[in-house]
């Protein structure tokens, strides 16, 4: 049974900053890639920024420049270094594993991250 954990998540003006963290735990066969979603109301989940097992990583246009994701493999721990801060970030904000090609189709209880005035 893996476990994901998110953490980081609060209230910030726009232009704000913030670092969300995400620790997995249980036994994952082997890790292809993880990832940052997020959910905003009424909408559906996207995928953020990925990062894959050789360190490459990827952003959605929306947040590219402003996100950066790292992963600590010692610590189990996956990072969302958040700059720039828009109101439109406003969102709960998942992690996810890849494993054999596929996403975990569990997931954590998320961090909400607001921004607002």
């Known amino acids: 049974q893996v476990q994901l954990v998110e953490s980081g998540g609060g209230l910030v003006q726009p232009g704000g900053s913030l670092r969300l963290s995400c620790v997995y735990s249980g036994k994952i066969f082997s890790i292809d890639a993880m990832g940052w979603y997020r959910q905003a109301p009424e909408k559906q989940r996207e995928l953020v920024a990925r990062?894959?097992?050789?360190?490459?990583?990827n952003y959605a246009e929306s947040v590219k420049g402003r996100f950066t994701i790292s992963r600590d493999n010692a610590k189990r721990t996956l990072y969302l270094q958040m700059n720039n801060l828009k109101p439109e970030d406003t969102a709960v904000y998942y992690c996810?594993?890849?494993?054999?090609?596929?996403?975990?189709?569990?997931w954590g209880q998320g961090t909400q991250v607001t921004i607002s005035s």
């Open positions: 996810n594993a890849m494993t054999r090609g596929s996403w975990l189709g569990s």
């Open positions: 990062i894959v097992s050789s360190g490459s990583t």
